[in-house]
């Protein structure tokens, strides 16, 4: 009887079992979630910001602060909610008189309630900070962004123009600039605010723009023929703002305490507006007879600076992948 080959000794039984199992191996590859070694579903990819919300979503510090900032943001808009009296009713016959029922503050030196006095001063104090801090990040963005894009004579130009309003002070600066205006509003305060806050928002966002148009897929947007407007719309802009967001947090606290600075200095909010500044200055000169005049506004002023402080240094850290 010849002797077989190794091929013919595989039977056509055999050559099918061994097709059968290699297609069950097949299949259940396919099947396996997440890979051949069934590792679970691949996850999908993560970015910054939704790396950066789970983080804040754990941190204490930005949950506290975001909560105080939430209930201000209310009380700014609705004030009638925890506060049922009007702030310019006053009564001299209770003129630095402490706490009594219905006026847990007590009364300042024309009789106004400090109580409703405090809660209706937050909304120009917010409202100052909020806006003031929307026009720096735009204006200085929009500045430093094409500045540190386009580079040249215009980024020279914007690196001077810098320099000559870092010079000036702002105290001085606010004492010069809203001495000639007679407005009670707030809007000459944001303007002053906006004319000389952006300078500091337009060097972080030249310094970001810089370091991000260096990137691979900058240069690869640009070989591919992409144009200006798109490299800045959609590859540049979205990951060089987290810097200028930070800053800007920070810096509406900042803002704040400037509006109360210009405003106890009598160049700011003048009366009848409501403000913290104009009730601290007012109080200061009566802190030895009535120190509950000066303690709650200055108080809420503190913790409202306080708490935008800390939404910032929590947000930094968030988008800071160094700390992570």
Request: net charge negative; hydrophobic share 45%; with cysteine.
């Amino acid at each position: 009887m010849p002797e077989q080959t190794p091929d013919e000794a595989i039977s056509p039984a055999g050559a099918g079992g061994v097709m059968d199992l290699a297609l069950e191996e097949g299949s259940t590859l396919e099947k396996t979630p997440g890979g051949p070694e069934g590792t679970g579903p691949a996850e999908k990819p993560r970015s910054l910001w939704s790396d950066a919300w789970r983080d804040l979503r754990r941190n204490p510090v930005f949950i506290i602060s975001a909560l105080i900032i939430l209930f201000l943001v209310i009380i700014s808009i609705w004030p009638s909610l925890i506060a049922d009296q009007d702030p310019l009713d006053c009564n001299l016959d209770k003129a630095q008189q402490g706490s009594q029922p219905g006026h847990p503050f007590g009364f300042d030196g024309q009789g106004c309630d400090v109580y409703t006095r405090t809660v209706y001063g937050a909304r120009n104090s917010v409202t100052v900070g909020v806006c003031a801090t929307l026009g720096v990040t735009l204006l200085g963005g929009l500045l430093g962004g094409l500045a540190g894009f386009f580079g040249g004579w215009w980024d020279s130009v914007l690196s001077r123009l810098t320099d000559i309003f870092f010079g000036i002070p702002v105290v001085l600066g606010g004492l010069v600039f809203l001495s000639v205006v007679t407005s009670s509003t707030v809007w000459p305060v944001i303007g002053f605010i906006v004319l000389l806050g952006w300078p500091q928002i337009a060097r972080i966002a030249r310094g970001s723009v810089i370091t991000a148009k260096q990137n691979d897929y900058v240069q690869a947007a640009r070989a591919l023929g992409a144009s200006n407007a798109r490299m800045l719309l959609r590859h540049i802009t979205p990951n060089a703002v987290a810097p200028v967001i930070v800053v800007a947090t920070i810096a509406l606290g900042t803002y704040i305490s400037l509006e109360a600075t210009l405003s106890f200095l009598g160049v700011g909010l003048k009366p009848p507006a409501v403000s913290w500044g104009i009730d601290i200055s007012a109080a200061s000169q009566y802190i030895r007879n009535a120190p509950h005049m000066l303690l709650w506004p200055a108080g809420a002023l503190a913790v409202t600076v306080l708490a935008f402080i800390m939404l910032g240094d929590a947000v930094r850290d968030a988008l800071d992948p160094k700390l992570r």
